[in-house]
């Protein structure tokens, strides 16, 4: 599974262009999904395009709200979502945490509500640079992943979980595989350890994933997909990316 999320860039134009390109450029594998997560206001019209397309792209969206939070002017639900198509949204991711102020309460209940309204959502978690250097990762993620032990066992095994580490976000670092590894494995753990019942939860890795990196990170077993930033806005990047994936 890979995720191209643009954040804040693009216009129809790039959106159009970048769904026709993208669409022709990769080499689909059933085991392999790619999703596309263009800014909120595009989102309709990218799913109009898939659908005229035909393509094997899934819609997913950036953001959703709390439908207990109605009225909330620029508000949108899950079940909006899927009335225009999406199928995936990124929920609790950092920036979304820094600057929105999401939190756990009201992250907990967008993942309810959008399984219950038939949308996957894709669960950010990560620590930012202190927490690593402190050696305060797992404890950090363990709270984060709290947030699912409100899910039933059947309503997380439709969650997928993004490990983004935040000071790797944008910023050109990455963790090497090892570090890689040991994280994701101590996720896919816990939320073992959260059932009764052996469950797999995908996990996907996002932080600077670039060409040059993308190879090497995705080899691993524990890692499932990427999360894609700044690299999946260039079509051929992202279509290289997703073909070497």
């Known amino acids: 599974m890979i995720v191209a999320n643009w954040k804040m860039h693009g216009s129809r134009q790039a959106v159009s262009s970048w ?3 993208v669409s022709e450029n990769l080499d689909f594998k059933d085991s392999k999904l790619c999703i596309f997560c263009p800014p909120s206001c595009y989102l309709e019209y990218a799913g109009k395009l898939l659908n005229e397309e035909n393509s094997q792209i899934k819609l997913g969206s950036q953001i959703v709200n709390e439908s207990e939070a109605k009225p909330l002017t620029g508000g949108i639900t899950a079940a ?3 009335d225009i198509g999406a199928d995936y949204v990124l929920i609790g991711h950092s920036e979304q945490r820094s600057f929105i102020r999401d939190g756990d309460t009201g992250i907990a209940k967008k993942i309810k509500e959008s399984i219950d309204d038939g949308v996957i959502p894709i669960f950010c978690v990560g620590e930012d640079l202190a927490k690593k250097n402190n050696n305060e990762t797992e404890s950090f993620i363990s709270s984060q992943l709290e947030v699912l032990q409100i899910l039933s066992e059947s309503q997380l095994s439709s969650v997928i979980v993004a490990y983004e580490p935040i000071w790797a976000i944008g910023t050109g670092l990455n963790a090497d595989r090892q570090y890689i590894e040991k994280i994701h494995g101590f996720i896919k753990q816990y939320l073992k350890d959260l059932c009764s019942i052996d469950i797999y939860v995908p996990v996907l890795y996002g932080g ?4 040059e990196n993308c190879e090497e990170i995705i080899s691993s077993d524990e890692v499932d997909g990427l999360l894609i930033g700044g690299a999946s ?4 990047i992202f279509s290289n990316i997703f073909n070497l994936s």
Do not use: N
């Open 19 to 21: 769904i026709s390109k």
């Open 80 to 82: 909006m979502l899927k």
């Open 208 to 211: 600077s994933v670039k060409l």
């Open 233 to 236: 806005l260039d079509p051929e």
